[in-house]
């Protein structure tokens, strides 16, 4: 069924708007929205404006902000999820630290997790290019006439893919207009539309060769190393294999340690974010009241069986600081110039059939005041499915 829910007006003190926002927001009953101002009449200035966060307020809502934007940067590089446990130990430390040890402690995190991470990538890169290479390699060998010819600085390894023959045409036309036969070009098709070459040409034209595979968009692949030069192709291969299995040690190593690092700071920056953003929501939300230069204007809608639980806990709280009053959804009577007001919907259904809720966000939420269809939901639900099973 439909909640039936209630418009709520709260005036406060604006010395105590940021207390009773967050006191608010931990009660969790009230749905905030925007308060309509009018505009003004016989050129009076209003009596309320719009809240504008200022001074120390606008500074920490820049600084959360960036805060905010840092670990939506950091959390992805997680390569272990945070337990619930984790996240629930980690929520109460996080709350009761400055939000100068959170960038602190943001920065010592991320650091860690970035420099893992880049190393993880740089040995992966680097273990791509040696596979590339001992796949081209062990490809050519026989258009070489085996494993014993060795490269040298004028050597060049490309891997083609595309459209390859139209390529392989426009490259070999340059290489004999431009070198004639102190170039030479061989290939091997490794597919249908996939191409592993070697070039070998005078090394003082090494600058040449490289414009003319940069003007075709190709990327050599080149082994820098001193030692794979002046090797023969069956050394390099022996060489390049050695160096991938050491390479798959400091992976494995590499990721070993992003892991424990993840497990070590995950569920604090998980945390972090949930706290963050729970005081994001309280300095945002109050750029949505109105104020004179003494009170602030909150309105918004509660449950109506809970009014009166709200109304005591508020004014308990803030005695002789705020008053709570139920309004009207016309607003208290006011001009034309107030919009029609339409309450949000807050569905509650018997335990049984709350899960089909779940089905029923699937569309638009029932309009308040119409009929709550998660009942019928989860009955014809329950039927068709049976009928599938059948």
């Avoid at 909640?3 to 207390?19: F, G, K």
């Avoid at 294999?241 to 497990?263: H, P």
């Avoid at 604090?268 to 602030?296: G, P």
């Avoid at 009053?325 to 006011?334: L, M």
């Amino acid at each position: 069924m439909i909640t039936p829910m209630s418009r709520i007006e709260i005036v406060c003190l604006s010395s105590v708007r940021a207390e009773i926002v967050k006191a608010l927001q931990a009660k969790g009953l009230i749905h905030l929205e925007e308060v309509a101002i009018g505009p003004a009449k016989e050129e009076a200035a209003p009596f309320l404006n719009k809240v504008k966060l200022e001074g120390n307020d606008r500074d920490r809502l820049l600084s959360m902000e960036e805060l905010e934007r840092a670990l939506n940067e950091s959390i992805p590089l997680l390569t272990e999820p945070p337990t619930g446990d984790a996240i629930k130990t980690s929520t109460s430390r996080i709350a009761g630290m400055s939000e100068e040890r959170w960038v602190e402690h943001l920065r010592t995190a991320t650091t860690q997790l970035r420099e893992s991470t880049r190393k993880k990538a740089h040995i992966q890169d680097t273990l791509d290019v040696l596979h590339n290479y001992h796949h081209i390699l062990e490809t050519i060998i026989p258009s070489l006439g085996g494993g014993d010819a060795v490269l040298g600085k004028g050597t060049r390894a490309i891997v083609l893919t595309g459209d390859v023959g139209r390529v392989v045409k426009a490259l070999q036309e340059r290489f004999d207009a431009e070198f004639g036969k102190t170039c030479k070009f061989l290939y091997n098709h490794s597919g249908p539309d996939k191409l592993v070459g070697f070039l070998s040409f005078p090394e003082e034209r090494g600058a040449e060769i490289s414009a003319i595979l940069s003007s075709q968009g190709i990327a050599p692949v080149d082994l820098s190393g001193a030692e794979y030069q002046g090797q023969s192709i069956t050394q390099v291969i022996a060489r390049i294999e050695t160096t991938i299995e050491d390479q798959r040690t400091a992976l494995y190593e590499t990721k070993n340690s992003l892991g424990a690092i993840s497990a070590e700071v995950g569920g604090s920056l998980v945390a972090l974010k949930t706290v963050l953003a729970d005081r994001l929501a309280q300095l945002r939300v109050q750029e949505q009241f109105a104020q004179s230069q003494m009170v602030t204007v909150i309105q918004g809608w509660a449950p109506a069986n809970r009014y009166a639980e709200l109304e005591s806990a508020v004014e308990k709280s803030f005695e002789g600081n705020v008053a709570v009053t139920r309004i009207d959804a016309a607003g208290h009577g006011h001009d034309d110039h107030h919009h029609h007001v339409m309450p949000p919907t807050l569905l509650k259904n018997p335990s049984f059939f709350k899960p089909f809720e779940i089905v029923l966000s699937l569309f638009k939420p029932p309009t308040y005041g119409t009929i709550d269809p998660t009942v019928m939901i989860g009955v014809a639900f329950i039927l068709f499915y049976g009928f599938i099973l059948g």
